[in-house]
């Protein structure tokens, strides 16, 4: 044992679950070897983190958009009337969220 190349132990507990994903994963690899798997995956593998403000700018701007669309909805019911300035802000709202949406699309297929 002094003579061991790996002499510092990791220990770490997971759910179930989690172990059921480990294994699933181990299999699509073709590995039965669970020390040498997770030391790969600690070493060599991924960690994403995703900026998702981009996305709390979408879900803002649908926030607005569906208030305004509310809002317009309730004036023309106690009114009657629709007036062209708020069907114009309307689409403004409308155009920057796709405007939105789109860039976030574009960014996440170069992914």
Known sequence: MANRKR???LH???TDHERSLIDEKMEQLGTKNLGAYLRKMAVDG???HLDLSDIR???TLLRRTSN???QLTKRVHETGNIY???IEELRKSYDKLWETA???LCRLSSI
Do not use: K, T
Request: glycine share 4%; no cysteine.
């Open 7 to 9: 002499n510092v132990q």
């Open 57 to 59: 700018e979408l879900v």
């Open 102 to 104: 789109d860039e976030i």
């Open 46 to 48: 991924y960690a994403i």
């Open 84 to 86: 062209g300035e708020d």
């Open 68 to 70: 305004s669309l509310n």
């Open 12 to 14: 770490f507990m997971v």
